[in-house]
């Protein structure tokens, strides 16, 4: 299964009485760990996998692409993409390999379904980052 992205549900009557919007996405797998992500304009959380936890991901705000690939050693595997901005949600199921890429200043919600500390090893890097490794 590769990404997809969770359809929220609304109660019109929240849009309806003129104070805004209430929007509602009701995951699948029980959500034990959340953390707030900021990226910079045209950087790039490396294409990685989580081997022991599915990865939600609600971004808040600016825009960027999550991309992903089957086969990173095959040039002839092609990469797929979401176009994400605010309010997009998505879900990543362990093992399946990501990046995000910031177009503009990108700020999203990474919710775990395993808290990361207890993961051995929690993320596994793909692409060499140029530094240490992010924790995404």
């Given at each position: 299964m590769k990404?997809?992205?969770l359809k929220p549900s609304c109660n019109l009557d929240t849009?309806?009485?003129g104070r805004g919007g209430i929007f509602t996405w009701v995951p699948p797998d029980?959500?034990?760990?959340?953390?707030?992500?900021?990226?910079?304009p045209g950087k790039v959380r490396g294409l990685h996998y989580h081997p022991h936890f599915v990865e939600y991901l609600l971004f808040v705000e600016g825009e960027g692409v999550l991309v992903t690939k089957d086969?990173?050693?095959?040039p002839k595997?092609?990469?797929?993409?979401?176009?994400?901005?605010?309010?997009v949600c998505t879900?990543?199921?362990?093992?399946?390999?990501?990046?995000?890429?910031a177009i503009s200043s990108l700020t999203f919600?990474?919710?775990?379904?395993?808290?990361?500390?207890e993961c051995d090893p929690p993320l596994v890097q793909?692409?060499?980052?140029?530094?240490t490794l992010e924790r995404v």
């Open positions: 990404i997809e992205v849009i309806r009485d029980p959500i034990l760990e959340f953390n707030m992500l900021h990226m910079h086969d990173p050693d095959d595997c092609p990469e797929e993409f979401i176009h994400v901005a605010r309010g879900r990543t199921p362990s093992g399946v390999m990501h990046a995000v890429h919600i990474a919710m775990l379904t395993k808290p990361w500390d793909v692409e060499p980052l140029p530094h």
